[in-house]
C-alpha cells in the first residue's frame, strides 16, 4: 500500500550537518508554504489505501497543532478541528513526525495524538551536548528524556532516536556517552548515520575545501567514524535492536513500516518542496526550494519536475539497490542472475557480498562500509 511524504523544509537553525534543502526562512514564507502544499495536497489523486504518513524536515515539530490540523484536513481523513470535540478518524497504521528535542511539550504530545501522529522520530544526533551544540543542536539528555516521557503519557510509545557518528568535537568518549544514553532511554528504533561529506552542508563543504570552520578541524577521521558506527551496531546488537538496514536498527516488529515503502519499491506519494514520489511506473521530484515551490504555485504552475518512466531495466537496478540497503538481502530472478552475474562475482571476491545456498545476496559487514561503492556497480548509464 502507498505512503504519504510530506516536506516541512523550515527550522530555527540550519544545523551544520544538514545536506537537506532545508533552512531559515520569513515567517510568511511559511504561511504561503502551507497554504501551497495543502493544494498541492488537495488536487493529487491520492490511492485511498494509502496506510502511512511521514512528516519530515526541516523541523515539522515547530508547527503548532492548529496549522498541522489545518494540513492534514486537507487529506479529508480528518474531521473539522474548529470543535474541540471533533472526532479524528486518521486512520493512519503509522504516522510519523520528525521532531527535535526541545521542542515537545505536553500540550503537543496531545495534540499529535489527537491528530494521528503516532511514531515521532528525535533528531538526537549526540546525547553530549557541546557536541549537539557544535553541530547546531540545544539539547541535552535530560531533555530527550523527558520528552520520551510526555509522549508515552499520550500514548506514543514508539519513537526513533537519531544519531550521527562523525560529528565535530566527537571522540571516543562522547560516543560511548551517546550509546549508554540509547540503552538507558531503551527507545524501541534507532537510526545511525555516518557523517556524509559532500558540498550540501556547511561542515561537509568546510571539509571537501579542508577548512576549519563549524568545527571541520575537530572532526574524526575516517577510520574513526567506521569504528564508532560498528560500535553502535554492536551495542544496539546486545540490547535487541537490530540492524534491518544500513543505517536503521529496531526491536523485533518496531520497524519503520513507512520507510520500507522506499526500500521494498513500493509507492510513495510526496508532497512540498524536494518531495519525490514514485508511483509503481513513473518517479518526479517537485522543485527543490520552498521559493521556487510557493512561487509556482501563486503562478499556477506545476510545482512537479520532469516525470521519469520507470523501465524494466531501472526498476531492475532500483531494486538491487534498495534491496541490497536491507540486511535481508535480495533473492535474484534468473533474468538478473544473468544479467548482474560479473558484478555479483567481483563483489563476492571482494568480500563484499554473501550469497547463500539458496540464492539470497547480503552485504557483508565490509560490503555495509562500502555500500556505495557496492551500489555503483548496479547502476547502469
Known amino acids: 500500500m502507498p505512503g504519504i511524504y510530506i516536506s516541512f523544509p523550515f527550522c530555527r537553525q540550519k544545523c551544520t550537518y544538514c545536506n537537506f534543502a532545508s533552512g531559515v526562512f520569513s515567517d510568511q514564507l511559511i504561511d504561503d508554504y502551507l497554504e501551497a502544499l495543502q493544494a498541492e495536497i488537495r488536487a493529487a489523486e491520492i490511492p485511498p489505501e494509502a496506510d502511512t504518513l511521514y512528516l519530515g524536515g526541516g523541523t515539522p515539530s515547530l508547527l503548532d497543532i492548529a496549522r498541522l490540523g489545518r494540513l492534514l484536513e486537507a487529506f479529508g481523513r480528518h474531521s473539522s478541528l474548529d470543535h474541540p470535540a471533533a472526532d479524528i478518524n486518521p486512520s493512519w497504521a503509522e504516522a510519523t513526525i520528525e521532531a527535535s528535542p526541545g521542542s515537545i511539550t505536553p500540550e503537543k504530545a496531545a495534540g499529535w495524538a489527537r491528530l494521528g501522529i503516532n511514531r515521532v522520530s528525535l533528531g538526537v544526533q549526540s546525547f553530549v551536548p557541546e557536541v549537539a551544540a557544535a553541530s547546531g543542536r540545544k539539547h541535552t539528555p535530560g531533555d530527550v528524556a523527558k520528552e520520551i516521557e510526555i509522549l508515552a503519557a499520550e500514548g506514543i510509545s514508539n519513537t526513533n532516536v537519531d544519531l550521527i ?126 521559493t521556487e515551490y510557493v512561487a509556482a504555485w501563486k503562478e499556477g504552475s506545476t510545482v512537479r519536475g520532469e516525470v521519469e518512466p520507470v523501465g524494466q531495466d531501472r526498476w531492475t537496478q532500483d531494486r538491487f539497490i534498495t534491496g541490497l540497503r536491507q540486511m535481508a538481502g535480495i533473492q535474484p530472478s534468473g533474468a538478473e542472475l544473468e544479467k548482474f552475474r560479473a558484478p555479483l562475482l567481483r563483489l563476492q571476491e571482494r568480500g563484499w557480498l554473501t550469497n547463500t545456498n539458496g540464492g539470497l545476496y547480503r552485504l557483508t559487514t565490509d560490503g555495509v562500509m562500502f555500500s556505495n561503492e557496492v551500489f555503483q556497480e548496479f547502476l547502469e548509464d
Open 165 to 290: 557518528a562523525g560529528l565535530a568535537r566527537q571522540t571516543q568518549r562522547s560516543w560511548d556517552v551517546s550509546l549508554d544514553w540509547v540503552e538507558r532511554l531503551n527507545p524501541p528504533h534507532v537510526s545511525l548515520y555516518m557523517l556524509e561529506v559532500d558540498d550540501e552542508s556547511h561542515l561537509g563543504a568546510e571539509l571537501r575545501k579542508g577548512g576549519s570552520r563549524y568545527g571541520a578541524s575537530l572532526v574524526p577521521s575516517d577510520d574513526q567514524i567506521g569504528d564508532f558506527y560498528l560500535q553502535g551496531v554492536e551495542r544496539l546488537r546486545l540490547i535487541n535492536i537490530s540492524r534491518y538496514e544500513i543505517s536503521n536498527f529496531a526491536r523485533p516488529g518496531w520497524e519503520s513500516r513507512h520507510n520500507l515503502k522506499y526500500w521494498n519499491m513500493e509507492p510513495y506519494w510526496g508532497f512540498g518542496a524536494d518531495a519525490h514520489s514514485f508511483d509503481g511506473k513513473r518517479r518526479w521530484g517537485n522543485l527543490s526550494s520552498p
